[in-house]
């Protein structure tokens, strides 16, 4: 078998946006506390958060932290996270049934992200909670008045405002199980009365509507249309979330599931654009694509499996070599997009279906899912490259016939980097990848990694953390075409100069 993977740097999709490698820390499980945050914990720093995570954190190239949910964000009290330690309560979170003591909040969160050199992006509760409560948080955090919530901010000794840009209007109010779900109609009115409020604070601020919890919603595309449509002069993003597993154990379609991602990403961009076409505007918003993974859901009980205890092991799944491939397929798909993905996150950073898994008090290891990830963060540079494939196709009984090869390229100019990055979807048949190079002068090989195995099942461990890494692989370049043999359930990075 052999696929030709045709890449010219004429044909350029947009800047290699950053943000595209953004991922989201919820009070969920064991995502900050015994994850992130572990003040008893030998590697924690003088501000209780664990050193070894966030030399992981770092390694992994997360450009964009969202917070404090997800659902949980849909009954939270930003106030009682901030302040003195000793007055801030213990509350239970109705969301994941467990406790919140609110030892981590705001201030010590937005703090890490800056000693960590990564943007935040805040969500509000539109829940359980409304426009007037949103407007004193986003004075709290962001403002810099002799007024009432600025000045209590510096009275915690946070003196500067955190000027915090990007902000999630909500979360998944389409979706009748958070709490204070809302009809299209009643989320865009309350989008369009935050919003406006929102702008009048300050006009540079980035605001995103809560868009589809998937694409399978009963409103998926009314939603967007009639929340757009209200809101559409003080919007620049709306969101999108989806989290993929084998369905009714069909593997096959589970390893071609960035067909529904790319389907999901056309059919928002349409709605987008059909919404500014009636608003006569060349304005063109984004997708925020700030909850996107692969998740075992079938393999969760449910919030009320949870007892009501403080940080449970919540979805803590274990990744395996196909959901590594997955998960660089779908990151491809985000960046074949740069031109209309505006952010994306991928959910969640630690233990909770995250790259990341730690011991309490123990060790922090990486996920396979990790490798992809840290991989296109670090080497997709420069502008997207538009790639079309001609090769072996493979038939879904979900997407129906779809690409063996799912790729992107980047390449930086300036530099002369070029990297392709390929998934093979097929389980069982590997492909003989041609690419045609002349279009980029003298090209040679600098490095060309396979994240793959014999066993597609095998996964990382706290035993076996490195069981599954990237490997170097052949790759020849003869007469200005490059050869490379793409095995079965494998991501790939070829690095070109
Ligand atoms: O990431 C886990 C959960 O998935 C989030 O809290 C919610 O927004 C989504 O349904």
């Not at 947009?14 to 030998?42: L, Q």
């Not at 930003?78 to 909040?105: K, Y």
């Not at 654009?273 to 009636?278: C, P």
């Not at 493979?394 to 980097?417: C, F, K, M, N, P």
Request: aromatic share 10%.
């Amino acid at each position: 078998r052999t696929t030709t993977v045709h890449v010219h740097p004429a044909y350029q999709v947009g800047e290699v946006n950053r943000r595209i490698f953004g991922s989201f820390v919820e009070h969920m499980g064991r995502c900050v506390y015994t994850g992130i945050f572990e003040p008893n914990h030998p590697e924690a720093d003088s501000h209780g958060f664990r050193r070894d995570v966030a030399e992981l954190v770092k390694e992994l190239g997360v450009t964009v932290l969202r917070y404090p949910g997800g659902n949980f964000v849909s009954n939270y009290r930003w106030e009682d996270g901030v302040g003195p330690l000793e007055e801030r309560p213990r509350n239970l979170d109705f969301a994941w049934r467990s406790i919140e003591p609110n030892t981590v909040g705001t201030n010590e969160f937005l703090a890490w992200c800056r000693r960590m050199g990564i943007e935040p992006m805040l969500a509000v509760n539109l829940g359980t909670r409304g426009l007037s409560e949103a407007m004193e948080f986003l004075q709290y955090v962001n403002g810099d008045t002799d007024t009432r919530l600025p000045q209590l901010r510096k009275s915690h000794g946070w003196e500067d405002p955190w000027s915090v840009e990007t902000w999630c209007l909500g979360n998944e109010m389409d979706g009748p199980w958070q709490m204070g779900h809302k009809t299209p109609e009643e989320y865009a009115r309350t989008v369009t009365e935050v919003a406006n409020a929102f702008h009048r604070f300050d006009d540079k601020l980035s605001l995103i509507a809560s868009g589809s919890s998937a694409r399978a919603m009963p409103t998926f595309g009314r939603w967007e249309r009639i929340v757009v449509d209200a809101a559409f002069d003080n919007l620049d993003m709306v969101s999108a979330h989806a989290y993929y597993e084998p369905i009714d154990d069909d593997a096959v379609s589970f390893a071609c599931c960035a067909e529904d991602m790319e389907r999901y990403i056309r059919d928002v961009v349409a709605t987008l654009d059909h919404v500014a076409a009636m608003h006569h505007s060349d304005r063109r918003l984004k997708i925020s694509f700030d909850e996107w993974n692969v998740w075992y859901q079938s393999r969760f009980d449910g919030e009320n499996s949870i007892g009501m205890v403080h940080a449970p092991h919540l979805i803590e799944d274990t990744y395996s070599v196909l959901d590594a491939m997955v998960v660089g397929s779908l990151l491809i798909t985000l960046l074949r997009h740069t031109d209309r993905i505006g952010v994306a996150c991928q959910a969640q950073l630690a233990n909770v279906i995250a790259p990341i898994r730690t011991e309490e008090g123990g060790r922090a290891w990486r996920q396979t899912i990790f490798h992809p990830f840290a991989l296109m963060s670090r080497h997709a540079r420069g502008v997207v490259l538009d790639t079309r494939c001609e090769g072996p196709t493979i038939s879904t009984q979900r997407w129906g016939e779809a690409d063996q090869l799912w790729t992107v390229a980047t390449w930086d100019a300036e530099s002369h980097d070029l990297a392709v990055f390929l998934a093979n979807r097929d389980l069982h048949e590997s492909t003989r990848v041609r690419i045609d190079l002349r279009p980029f002068g003298d090209c040679t090989v600098v490095e060309c990694l396979a994240l793959d195995d014999e066993d597609i099942a095998a996964v990382n461990t706290a035993d076996q953390p490195n069981r599954v890494e990237p490997h170097n692989a052949r790759c020849d370049i003869t007469s200005a075409t490059l050869t490379f043999d793409a095995n079965p359930a494998s991501w790939n990075c070829l690095r070109l100069k």
